[in-house]
């Protein structure tokens, strides 16, 4: 089998979602610099292009196919690179751009919250039990700019409730975005019955939250202004297989995981790479002819 200039084998350019060389361009820098020792048996690229694997296609660790990194080294990648903070730096780098290129202030000044209850089929830390969705599992909670960019990814327990989830979320806005002012969320972070959350982010945060409530007298799905941004990135990182449940026995991972994802998202916009739907005919046909704001 014949290698490329980078190191791959031919046969992993056959995989969806390998770097281009475009998006190898933008990464290749981001990355940390190697330290002193025994040169690399393998190249980051193709280091990046087994985890990419594996977070698209949801497939084991220990299934990676042959003509990819062994999966011992990849993994030892991901690994080490969860713990040192990297993933999340990189990804925090592209966003910055995209916003950038968007002609937007790489400091956003609002921001859409939600949760999403997902299934865990491994055991691990923090595994709870959701009670209003009826499932054992986790819960990501992800804070959002209003293109729908990740900024916040907190992984936790599926017992706990959104309004304590939301607190552990908005505790880091003073450390990594104290630009942002405001902050929609739905109703089921603040109502009637408690409340108390929008005084404690005023009164410690200084910041507004928003209530975007759904009409009681709509049936079935509803367009709701601001929210649909946050469950559009929560459709965007689901069509990643391994995202589709909770499949890691650590929530450092899971929240890795999510970085890798929309990381990959964005690499895709900056290099002008179209991502096609199966059915996007049909979204087409049923999309609304008025376009909502963001």
Known sequence: MTTTEDGRDDGCLLYSGVLTDQQWQLIEPLLPVPRRGRPRIHSLRR???????????????????????????????????????????????LRDQVRTAAGRNPAPTAAVLDSQTVQSSEGGEQIGWDQGKKTRGRKRHLLVDSNGLLLICYVHSAAVNDRTGAKLVLGWLDEQYPSI??????????????????????????????????????????????????????????????????????????????????????????????????????????????????
């Open 47 to 93: 280091v990046l292009d087994t985890i990419w694997y594996v977070l698209r296609t949801g497939c084991a660790w220990r299934l990676v196919p042959n003509d990819l990194v062994p999966w011992h080294a990849a993994y030892r990648c991901f690994r080490s690179w969860t713990r040192q903070g990297v993933w999340a730096d990189i990804h925090d780098a």
């Open 181 to 294: 002012e405001l902050i929609w969320l739905d109703g089921g972070y603040a109502n009637t019955v408690d409340d108390h959350l929008i005084g404690w982010a005023d009164q410690h945060l200084g910041v507004k939250l928003e209530v975007i409530k759904r009409s009681d007298d709509v049936k079935g799905f509803q367009v709701l202004p601001r929210r649909w941004v946050v469950e559009r990135t929560l459709g965007w990182i689901g069509r990643c297989r391994r995202l589709a449940r909770d499949f890691e026995r650590l929530t450092a991972h899971a929240e890795a995981m999510v970085h890798i994802a929309m990381t990959g998202l964005m690499l895709r916009r900056l290099t002008g790479q179209e991502t096609h739907y199966r059915n996007n005919n049909r979204r087409r046909a049923t999309q609304p002819t008025s376009s909502i704001p963001e």
